[in-house]
């Protein structure tokens, strides 16, 4: 069907940069929404950021401008730019995709995860 699969994460200094890249690949018309959610141990997954296809950008308050989303649409890919990370950014983090799989339907997938870790 539809496979979105993250890659970018690992370990980072506090203050340092990731960019996580989710490619999304296999059958479908068209990919509406792509966003980025995170969810660290013990905690209720939460969104990051979202984007449009024509690249309309969703964030949470919280980030105050740490993290940037972006797509190309081509690829079908979404990329999140984060900077000044600390150690409260440490989460796994998940694409989420909400794509047109036929004519009338549409669903939402995600991805596996990739784990973000910042640490000294």
């Known amino acids: 069907q539809v496979h979105l699969v993250e890659s970018g994460g690992g370990l980072v200094q506090p203050g340092g940069s990731l960019r996580l890249s989710c490619a999304a690949s296999?059958?479908?018309?068209?990919?509406?929404?792509m966003g980025w959610y995170r969810q660290a141990p013990g905690k209720q997954r939460e969104l990051v950021a979202s984007?449009?296809?024509?690249?309309?950008?969703n964030y949470a308050d919280s980030l105050k401008g740490r993290f940037t989303i972006s797509r190309d649409n081509a690829e079908n890919t979404v990329y999140l730019q984060m900077n000044s990370l600390n150690p409260e950014d440490t989460a796994v983090y998940y694409c989420?995709?909400?794509?047109?799989?036929?004519?009338?339907?549409?669903?939402?997938?995600w991805g596996k995860g990739t784990l973000v870790t910042v640490s000294s």
């Open positions: 984007i449009t296809s024509g690249g309309s950008t």
């Open positions: 296999g059958s479908f018309f068209s990919i509406y929404v």
């Open positions: 989420n995709a909400d794509v047109q799989i036929g004519p009338v339907d549409g669903k939402d997938y």
